[in-house]
């Protein structure tokens, strides 16, 4: 990667503990304009550690993390939300008794404009509705009748839709995305692959965490190999198997000593 | 399709149609169950009607008179308003056990201030709704800051304030005519007015009013999407960028606020001011009405309509056994079998989408 351009999001020295166990010990990570970045790693790695940390969803220890070059500190995911980061769970977080349209506007309604709004504080589920099928039409997700009704009674690829329409519909700077496939059967998988090059080409970087290698290997620009804490090397997935990835987060294999830096 | 890999090569001719199923086959009962999980108000609404039909067909047309059917109305108003705030405790998978005595607490306070201390009533009655809003936001203060069980914070603070009203109070009694004579402010929702032989009081019209805005506020609002999501996944609300602290505080403080209305409108039934009165279940009753209106105590699940219809369905009956003159055990008894049968029938509803 070129040196002169700045990374996006980046983060330095990132530690976590909780009680005894360290989840992140002295982790780095760096995510350039324009790139879709996977992070691997072995179970207990670290990997969600790393994501919540960068997500907001919780507050490291120490270290910091820097947004365009500026510092930032995320003591929720809406401040990492407002700032243009915008993340899907592997838990989806969504709530399962509200209406598709109702979680895709979660945390950030839209209000009816007027006094009903202003004053009555009034939703406009109209506009919320209109907008929600819109992006999950944009996806083709979708198979579903009714918008308003309760997410509950998705099946689980369609609940995935609806949390990465959320996602693709709200980022501005950063989408993460934690096991986007993993729910999901081999088109809807196929689905959410192209969307995310589709995010890509519009300019939004992709932070991709997964265990599916050759979902891994065919759309990741770079891959971030986590490993015990902490990241471990970082490897270009053109010049590397698939088996030497794993090999590295597996600690199998020692990375090379160049691939640190890249 | 770009870049696919080959195993996916033959998705290209895959079925393009979106998936449809057939409607026809369809059991009634799993349609009952789908209507019932869209419109979770319905089913305490049947059983409300059913129940007015069952005693009216077994006492005759004094039970239909609008006069007894109002009645019913005025005796529900106090517990009604308390469902509605214990209806929002509920909806965020708390409880509140100290409703009832905060609704006390505030009543003394209120009478206290106006006939005692000579306050203004209309500042009395403010300082009553603060004393009210003050005890909800120390519950919210413990459950949503200092992450305490709901269950365990309002045990304690039921007892706390239970004490406090009896300590401050010295259990005396204010009575009615001094009410009357200095503060009528304070009697305010007992006002009575007649529509042909139905008396409504302004209490259960305020009760009706509190309801059908508290519906507005948690279906239209997004605080009030929020006080479902957190009370549905809190985790998920959390990562969806819900302040869930925030939203808990403010619950448990409106539920106090709403608590000490109630006291206002129980010191217009009433007529006196009683301490004596932290006694009785009030807080119970409206667990209850909640309950049996079908909101789910595990949170996230339930219409505040249904906790009307919850408590008109427990003063339907009372009024009904008292009309047959049967042993008033009775209520006790089929309000228990009501509560079991409401949470059955929830539980039912939920495994729709498994």
Known sequence: ?262 | MAGAQEFEKVLDQSDRNVAAFDHQGVPLIKRAQHFLHSTPAAVPLIVLVMSIIIFGITIGGRFFSSYTLTLILQQIAIVGILGAAQTLVILTAGIDLSIGVIMVISAVVMGNCAVVYGIPAFIAVLIGLGVGTLCGLLNGFLVAVMKLPPFIVTLGTWNIVMATNFIYSANETIRDADVASTAPLLHLFGASFKVGTAVLTLGVIAMVLLVLVLWYVLNHTAWGRHVYAVGDDPEAAKLSGIQTRRVLFSVYGLAGLIAAFAAWVSIGRNGSISPSAAVTDYNLQAITAAVIGGISLFGGRGSILGTLFGAMIVGVVSMGLNMLGADPQWKVLLTGVLIIGAVAIDQWIRKVSV
């Open chain 1, 1 to 262: 990667m070129n040196t002169s351009v700045q990374p996006i999001l980046s983060a330095r020295g990132l530690v976590k503990r909780y009680g005894r166990v360290t989840a992140l010990d002295n982790a780095d990570f760096d995510l350039y304009p324009g790139e879709i970045l996977a992070v691997i790693g072995d179970n207990g790695a670290g990997k969600s550690s790393l994501i919540k940390a960068i997500s907001g969803a919780v507050i490291p220890d120490e270290g910091e993390i820097k947004l365009e070059g500026q510092q930032v500190q995320f003591r929720s995911p809406m401040e990492a939300r407002e700032a243009g980061i915008e993340t899907v769970y592997q838990n989806l977080a969504l709530s399962p008794a509200l209406s598709i349209a109702d979680n895709m506007f979660l945390g950030r309604e839209l209000r009816k404009p007027g006094i009903m709004g202003q004053w009555f504080r009034m939703l406009d589920r109209p506009a919320m509705e209109k907008r929600a099928r819109e992006k999950l039409n944009e996806l083709g997700l979708m198979t579903i009748q009714n918008i308003s009704q309760a997410v509950e009674t998705l099946s689980g690829g369609q609940r995935q839709g609806v949390a990465v329409a959320r996602a693709a519909a709200f980022g501005s700077k950063v989408v993460i995305m934690d096991e986007p496939t993993a729910a999901l059967g081999v088109k809807e998988s196929r689905r959410v692959l192209e969307l995310i090059l589709d995010v890509k080409k519009r300019g939004l970087p992709i932070v991709l965490i997964s265990h599916n290698m050759p979902h891994v290997f065919e759309v990741a620009d770079r891959i971030h190999i986590h490993r015990l804490g902490r990241r471990l090397c970082v490897v270009d997935p053109k010049l590397i198997s698939m088996s030497d990835a794993v090999a590295l987060m597996t600690g199998a294999k020692k990375p090379p000593e160049d691939a640190l830096a890249a």
